[in-house]
């Protein structure tokens, strides 16, 4: 099973969903061996890498605190954000398939895919 997203699907986000998603993770201070990616920008192309673990050196601090820095999300992680969001979840599965749904203020946001990371992550964009 998929615990964490890969790193390309955090392109995926516009700079507003970063941006909340760097919200949350900011909300707690950060913890040894949180597991996150660090933007870098090579001539004129910007990506992710990783992942680092937090180890409580001077570089995670300056990449977190520039905005350099996204948590390389997990399934609790995931859970965690949806529920921070004022959401309500719901998982299931059928055969090899994982469904989530996430309600927020009346409305539903459903995915489904094999890997319950993905479920999640496709819920999670479509609230952030």
Sequence with gaps: MKQRIAIEQLDELAEQQ????????YGSPPRLSDVYVVKVKYDDLTRYEGPHI??????FLEDYYTGEALPFLSIGQMIDLLESNGCGISMSTYKDEWEVAARKDGISKVAIEKELCDTLWNVLKQIL
């Design 18 to 25: 970063k941006e909340k998603v760097r919200e949350w993770w």
């Design 54 to 59: 937090y180890s409580g050196h001077r570089d």
